[in-house]
């Protein structure tokens, strides 16, 4: 039972990047597909809307990215939770004996 916090910390950090990732995806199919819906209308304009694009675009990637580190973070901590938290106290009391 004392286990079930470490489990739904995993769960949550796990469902949380991937909220992040799926929303990023989004916004950059919508990005993409507003820029290539102006294109298409003025064919000219289409350098600097690829242009205008490309920015947007990388502060996206870059959220995703700051996301997945969070993610590892979060990993990292709950990893040295469960090695606290798990047989590593007792080892010490069991080797005096």
Known sequence: MAMWHLAFGYLGVGLGAGLVLLAAGFGIAKLASAALEGAARQPEAA?????????????????????????????????KGVEMGGHGAEAPAASAH
Do not use: H, K, R, S
């Open 47 to 79: 350098g600097q809307l690829q242009t205008m694009m490309i920015i947007p675009a990388a502060m996206i990637e870059g959220a995703a990215l700051f996301a997945l580190v969070i993610f590892f973070l979060a990993g990292g901590a709950l990893n």
